[in-house]
């Protein structure tokens, strides 16, 4: 299943309120947290995404593989999807869409802008929306690379965001992105 309420469960989980007419059976898998603790982190197999929260906005993690996005007969197969997405209430709302992969980093930037495109109309209405890609090996020099170039290309003018490609691990402070 693809929730097609993303925008409705921003803003009312951001005004705390419960969304009544949620559709998406796995709700409960969709939030991982949603309040104004320091760091907000997600982690698969050994790779790690820190978000430091440091002006402790309201900050909402999404799992969007298997929560927002769940396969299942209605999800076209092959639907490109990243693994989590950050909500951060600011003062002009910012999202980060973070990838947690092994190897294969051009999966991870088609990924990254599978789910971009995807819910290109709820993004943007945000201020900022960032690509993050946590991989196990040593990461390639992609700056030529197709995926990365029309990604880069996409964020920057579309959105007024930057990716990332870190190996292993990523610890970003919200004033740094």
């Given at each position: 299943?693809?929730?097609?309420?993303?925008?409705?469960?921003?803003?009312?989980?951001?005004?705390?309120?419960?969304l009544?007419?949620?559709?998406?059976?796995?709700?409960?898998?969709?939030?991982?947290?949603?309040?104004r603790r320091?760091?907000?982190?997600?982690?698969?197999?050994r790779?790690?995404?820190?978000?430091?929260?440091?002006?402790?906005?309201?900050?909402?993690?999404?799992?969007?593989?298997?929560?927002i996005?769940?396969?299942?007969?209605?999800?076209?197969?092959?639907t490109?999807?990243?693994?989590?997405?950050?909500?951060?209430?600011?003062?002009?709302?910012?999202?980060?869409?973070?990838?947690?992969?092994?190897?294969?980093?051009?999966?991870?930037?088609?990924?990254?802008?599978?789910?971009?495109?995807?819910y290109?109309?709820?993004?943007?209405?945000?201020?900022?929306?960032?690509?993050?890609?946590?991989?196990?090996?040593?990461?390639?020099?992609?700056?030529?690379?197709?995926?990365?170039?029309?990604?880069?290309?996409?964020?920057r003018?579309?959105?007024?965001g930057n990716i990332?490609?870190?190996?292993?691990?990523?610890n970003e402070?919200?004033?740094?992105?």
């Amino acid at each position: 299943m693809i929730c097609r309420k993303l925008q409705e469960c921003i803003i009312e989980e951001l005004q705390s309120n419960s969304l009544e007419e949620c559709d998406n059976k796995n709700r409960m898998n969709c939030i991982e947290s949603s309040d104004r603790r320091s760091a907000v982190k997600c982690a698969e197999n050994r790779k790690r995404y820190v978000f430091e929260n440091t002006k402790k906005n309201h900050v909402i993690l999404y799992k969007m593989d298997g929560g927002i996005i769940a396969e299942d007969k209605s999800v076209p197969l092959n639907t490109s999807k990243c693994d989590y997405l950050f909500v951060i209430a600011d003062a002009t709302p910012t999202a980060i869409l973070t990838e947690l992969k092994g190897v294969d980093v051009s999966k991870a930037l088609v990924q990254l802008k599978g789910a971009l495109l995807l819910y290109k109309n709820v993004f943007r209405k945000f201020g900022h929306v960032y690509a993050r890609a946590i991989v196990t090996s040593s990461t390639p020099n992609l700056k030529a690379s197709p995926e990365y170039v029309n990604l880069e290309r996409m964020i920057r003018r579309d959105y007024k965001g930057n990716i990332k490609i870190a190996e292993r691990q990523l610890n970003e402070k919200d004033i740094e992105l």
